[in-house]
């Protein structure tokens, strides 16, 4: 079975997301939106894959907002309407924090600011353990989908919505493929000026991260698991 993995930047890897597919099976392919020399005028074009290649698709997060059409919708717009059709076919979805967001979009849902951000380990209250734990779940956003008809809200905190499920896909708002090497590169890109401005320490929060990346990535596994084998239901060596 494929996998394919939609990075919208150039500094965010797939992490344990993606080594927890290929443990099961999954060959994995990674696609680039937003290469390094586009960073600072990010509205490119971009040919999205025929769906018809890949048995799930992961779109991860992005350093815009899911609602700047001015900024990104060269690509932003084309994505959108590419996952709504992957929705469609019932072909399953895993979105990450902006992916999630898309996911809404093509939904019909809305994406704007929310109230504040969410910057760090979070703890988030969760319908179902089993699929989505409470976490903590690292955060790194500024907006929050409105649930879309149709999608069940399975995790939530008193910021944003957390996950929804609708057929055979999952959004979630957090970052379960995130490292300590992940989060030392957004820093590096302009993150650390935002934690800052959020009030914390960067130094202290990739400390943090360190300290908590072993029990993270079992978490993102256990979620990973749930996704594949509950919610999307695909074994390896069966396509969709």
């Not at 079975?1 to 993606?18: E, I, N, R, W, Y």
């Not at 939904?107 to 903590?136: F, M």
């Not at 609708?166 to 820093?187: I, K, Y």
Request: with cysteine; net charge negative; hydrophobic share 45%.
């Amino acid at each position: 079975m494929k996998a394919l993995f939609v990075q919208h930047d150039h500094v965010s890897p797939t992490g344990p997301v993606a080594g927890r597919l290929r443990e099961r099976g999954f060959e994995v392919d990674e696609i680039t939106v937003v290469d390094e020399a586009s960073f600072g005028s990010p509205n490119v074009t971009f040919d999205f894959p025929d769906l018809g290649d890949y048995d799930l698709l992961v779109p991860m997060g992005a350093p815009w907002g899911a609602w700047d059409d001015a900024c990104i919708g060269r690509w932003l717009l084309p994505e959108i309407e590419w996952i709504g059709d992957a929705l469609a076919r019932d072909l399953p979805v895993l979105g990450i924090c902006f992916g999630g967001q898309l996911m809404a979009r093509a939904l019909g849902g809305t994406v704007g600011r929310a109230g504040k951000p969410e910057i760090g380990w979070t703890a988030i209250h969760t319908d179902d353990a089993s699929v989505v734990s409470s976490g903590p779940w690292f955060q790194f956003h500024y907006d929050r989908w409105t649930l879309p008809a149709g999608a069940t809200e399975i995790a939530r905190n008193s910021v944003a919505s957390q996950a929804f499920v609708v057929g055979r896909s999952l959004a979630v708002q957090f970052h379960p493929e995130l490292t300590a090497t992940t989060l030392d590169g957004w820093l590096a890109q302009g993150g650390a000026e935002q934690v800052i401005a959020d009030g914390q320490d960067p130094v202290a929060l990739l400390e943090h991260t360190r300290a908590e990346e072993r029990a993270a990535t079992a978490r993102s596994h256990a979620l990973v698991d749930a996704f594949v084998e509950r919610i999307a239901r695909l074994q390896p060596g069966q396509g969709t």
